[in-house]
């Protein structure tokens, strides 16, 4: 297996604009994640599921920010519209078991 | 309810140093415990972990052991090399993983 696949790995997008983060989880992982990571706030939990189903979005930081995940191999994180606060590097993770597996990451910036 | 404490960053050493990154945690019940790596420009990476007390994780030349009596899962190293320099997370529990800041180390020549 390939891995976690994150896309785009870099996207820079003027404030305002909708953007659209992708993830292709580890076939067969039951759990998929999304993670924020800044300087100032280190990582964060946005939001998880599990088969394919919202379990906890409570991190997810305000209305702009929404997540869907249609199908076991396939999950999006969209922010709309974006502001330059929402500049970070963002990480899908899938998870069976014991182990959760990274994706290399999105570095967002909104400029 | 569960939850770990990692002793805050960042700590710089000189290669071949000693290192400790202390990591206890609260909970009802015996939870597995796990460090994560996070090299730069990378996603975290599962480094060691211990499912029950007294295990003893290591990989890489890490190590940590589940003590139950204090509580605790301390990251050790005894000879650390430039590349070990990383973000080092410590968690507890498999399906609800916020891991916190991390703790920095930067190893120098």
């Known amino acids: 297996d390939a891995g976690v696949i994150q896309s785009p790995r870099h996207e820079v997008t003027e404030m305002g604009q909708e953007v659209t983060l992708r993830c292709k989880p580890i076939s067969g992982h039951d759990y998929l994640f999304w993670y924020r990571q800044t300087m100032m706030r280190g990582l964060e939990l946005l939001i998880y599921?599990?088969?394919?189903?919202?379990?906890?979005d409570s991190g997810m930081p305000e209305d702009r920010f929404s997540a869907k995940m249609p199908n076991a191999s396939f999950s999006t994180l969209k922010i709309q519209p974006s502001e330059p606060r929402d500049s970070a590097v963002y990480f899908c993770?899938?998870?069976?078991?014991?182990?959760?597996?990274f994706g290399q990451g999105t570095r967002l910036t909104v400029v | 309810g569960n939850s770990v404490t990692q002793m805050e960053g960042p700590v710089t050493l000189s290669e071949e140093a000693f290192l400790t990154i202390n990591c206890t945690y609260t909970?009802?019940?015996?939870?597995?415990l796990f460090w994560y790596v996070q090299y730069p420009g990378e996603g975290l990476q599962l480094l060691l972990k211990?499912?029950?007390?007294?295990d003893k994780g290591s990989n890489k030349g890490f190590e940590a052991t589940y003590r139950k009596e204090t509580t605790s899962f301390h990251l050790e190293k005894g000879s650390v090399q430039v590349s070990d320099s990383a973000v080092y997370f410590c968690d507890r529990v498999l399906h609800d993983m916020r891991f916190g800041a991390g703790t920095r180390l930067t190893v120098k020549p």
């Open positions: 211990a499912t029950k007390a007294d």
């Open positions: 599921f599990n088969n394919n189903v919202p379990i906890d």
């Open positions: 909970a009802t019940g015996y939870p597995s």
């Open positions: 993770a899938s998870q069976t078991g014991a182990e959760a597996f």
